[in-house]
């Protein structure tokens, strides 16, 4: 239990709250005292603001390294589809641009291994047309078949003609025998885009 307080001295610690003493006895806080405690009381005040003003110059600084990330990314894409551009328009066949865009993108480090498929005639599987980068048999080890059951994303894409994307090959591996081949060559994400032109899928 505190015995009640009969002298309060209360003294603001700007926009941090306030500084409360309380004394059991009568009168404690005078001239000497009091004046300790406002010298206390303005070194608090000036010592929370110095932290805080560090913790938003640190806010800051990792605010201005994200962005600073983010811009350096997206000059790389820039530069990617630049490079894809002037590919394409100098190819004269659909297979010259196909080399050609898996070609520049396994020539970027975010991309070990690219690769163009097809839907077979009869509908059944998919069949690889072009690629390019660090294959290490990849496509002669995962299943390439249209069943509903494969998780390739090859196949999701074909199937769903909209993007698949996988973040981490290395979670859930009991949902397709793919990410253990995949994980076998180092592929750590994966990402399946369809290549459309009006309604048509190619």
Not at 38 to 59: H, N, W
Not at 81 to 100: C, F, G, W, Y
Not at 107 to 117: D, L, P, R, T
Request: charged content about 25%; hydrophobic content about 40%.
């Amino acid at each position: 239990d505190y015995a009640p307080a009969s002298s309060v001295l209360a003294l603001p610690l700007g926009d941090h709250g306030v500084f409360v003493a309380l004394s059991p006895t009568d009168r404690a806080f005078g001239p000497d005292i009091r004046r300790v405690l406002d010298l206390f009381a303005a070194t608090a005040e000036a010592t929370l603001d110095r932290v805080e003003g560090e913790q938003e110059l640190r806010e800051q600084d990792r605010t201005l390294k994200k962005r600073n990330r983010q811009l350096t990314h997206l000059k790389r894409i820039n530069d990617i589809i630049r490079e894809l551009d002037q590919s394409v328009i100098q190819a004269s066949t659909r297979e010259e641009i196909e080399q050609a865009v898996c070609d520049h993108l396994a020539g970027y480090e975010q991309f070990a291994f690219v690769w163009i498929g097809t839907q077979d005639w009869a509908g059944e599987s998919v069949t690889p047309r072009t690629w390019a980068g660090e294959d290490h048999g990849y496509l002669d080890d995962v299943s390439l078949s249209m069943t509903d059951g494969n998780s390739l994303p090859a196949v999701r894409t074909l199937q769903s003609e909209a993007a698949t994307h996988v973040g981490d090959t290395a979670s859930d591996l009991r949902s397709g025998a793919w990410r253990k081949e995949a994980l076998k060559r180092d592929y750590r994400a994966a990402v399946s885009v369809p290549l459309v032109y009006g309604e048509v899928v190619y």
